[in-house]
């Protein structure tokens, strides 16, 4: 017995020292990638809307996500392994600086095009090295939010989440179709929610026409007679809404996304990313459509583009491993499949066309996508780090307070966006 023991231990030990020496010479061999090879690991730090909680659902949702990206990616690639990390991601600069120092940043970050920005213009992370034919394959719009020094790309845009309009089908049949439609449909007795924040109020700017004015004192320049008249329309909305009985605005997003599911409201403003809790709470409760346009303009939502960033501290083959992830994910088919399975992203590769025909969800999230190009400008002026946002959220809060009224607020929010940041 114990001889058999000890033959099955030297043939053991001689395949393995068998493939061992395979192995090695396979890895030799120039252009050749063996199926058997050692295992990638790729770390990748994800940044998570400043307004929505990580929760146990929000990781799931995400390592959902990332697991169906990584199923696919094995199929070329068979030993990568995909961890992650969640960060709000208005910390995750800071988080990536510190693994940094130490040796321990990501290979990848997904974060906003704003983030991939800082991260690169910090040093946290190296330009994307995008071919000529990956660069034709996504709209020069949305390549020009995410160029650093003239040319180099902070990262390679994998998804656009849209903003738009969430509402329970039961209490409304339909939702408003403009944003004098909000304000009757709160007269009506219908609760409404809008968020605090100047980044998600920002889509009720274009349907009051205020954003042309608002880009011309964000380059410096005195509105027009028509701009500033726009700006002061947009302010004079959003006091009338606050003076409502029925409409709610909120600080906490997820808090509107609770209530919207309790059955306390019954429209909200809400991300793509928040489709999937809310069908799992509402079921076919859940209604979704374009943000309300005004009479003669359309709505301005700030869509976030999500871009692949490259971290600085990769080994040889992990960096290898990066790019031809980048590669898989704006793969034409690769991007089809994420919009059809999760219905909470749209393509970035515009040779992807999206079958708005099999879903009410996909034409809402195009017409978002189509409506957000008029804040593509002021994207471009305005970061997250620079001041004036802060002093126009600000402003816009002392708005809704009834603190100070419409036109001298307008003289004050064109003077805050001229002096720079």
Not at 23 to 28: D, F, K, V, Y
Not at 247 to 260: G, M, R
Not at 271 to 300: E, F, H
């Amino acid at each position: 017995m114990a001889l058999l023991v000890r033959f099955r231990r030297l043939r053991a030990g001689r395949l393995l020292a068998a493939l061992t020496a395979a192995l090695s010479a396979g890895l030799t061999l120039s252009g050749c990638i063996p199926r058997w090879q050692l295992p990638t690991t790729l770390y990748i730090a994800v940044g998570v809307s400043n307004d929505q909680a990580i929760d146990s659902e929000v990781v799931q949702d995400v390592q959902d996500k990332l697991r169906q990206l990584e199923t696919g990616f094995q199929q070329l690639y068979p030993n990568t392994v995909f961890q992650f990390s969640l960060y709000p991601e208005a910390e995750i600069v800071e988080a990536i600086r510190l693994r940094t120092s130490r040796g321990l940043g990501p290979d990848l970050a997904l974060v906003n095009g704003d983030t991939a920005l800082r991260l690169l213009h910090e040093g946290l992370t190296d330009p994307f090295p995008a071919t000529a034919e990956q660069i034709n394959a996504f709209d020069p719009g949305e390549l020009r939010r995410i160029r650093a020094r003239g040319s180099e790309l902070a990262g390679l845009p994998l998804l656009l989440q849209t903003q738009l309009s969430c509402f329970n089908r039961e209490r409304l049949a339909t939702p408003p179709a403009t944003v004098d439609d909000v304000l009757t449909t709160a007269a009506d007795g219908i609760p409404i929610g809008l968020p605090a924040t100047i980044e998600n109020l920002f889509w009720s700017a274009g349907s009051l026409g205020a954003v042309a004015g608002i880009d011309q004192a964000s380059m410096g320049q005195e509105p027009s007679k028509e701009g500033k008249a726009g700006i002061e329309r947009w302010l004079r909305w959003l006091q009338n809404a606050s003076y409502q009985q029925r409409v709610l605005f909120y600080s906490n997003q997820p808090q509107a996304e609770a209530d919207l599911a309790s059955g306390q409201l019954d429209w909200i403003t809400c991300r793509s990313t928040m489709l999937p809790r809310l069908r799992r709470k509402m079921g076919q409760r859940l209604g979704v459509a374009p943000l309300p346009d005004g009479d003669t303009s359309t709505a301005s939502p700030i869509n976030r583009l999500r871009v692949l960033a490259l971290g600085r501290n990769s080994s040889q083959a992990g960096r290898k491993r990066a790019v031809a992830f980048g590669r898989f994910g704006m793969n034409p088919l690769t991007q089809r499949n994420l919009t059809l399975g999760s219905q909470i992203y749209l393509p970035t590769n515009r040779l992807v066309r999206v079958p708005v025909m099999s879903s009410a969800v996909l034409a809402a999230m195009e017409t978002a996508s189509q409506q957000g190009r008029q804040a593509d400008q002021l994207v471009n002026l305005l970061h997250s780090s620079d001041r004036r946002i802060e002093l126009v959220q600000n402003l816009i809060n002392e708005v809704v307070f009834g603190e100070v009224n419409p036109q001298q607020a307008t003289d004050r929010m064109i003077q805050i966006l001229r002096e720079g940041p």
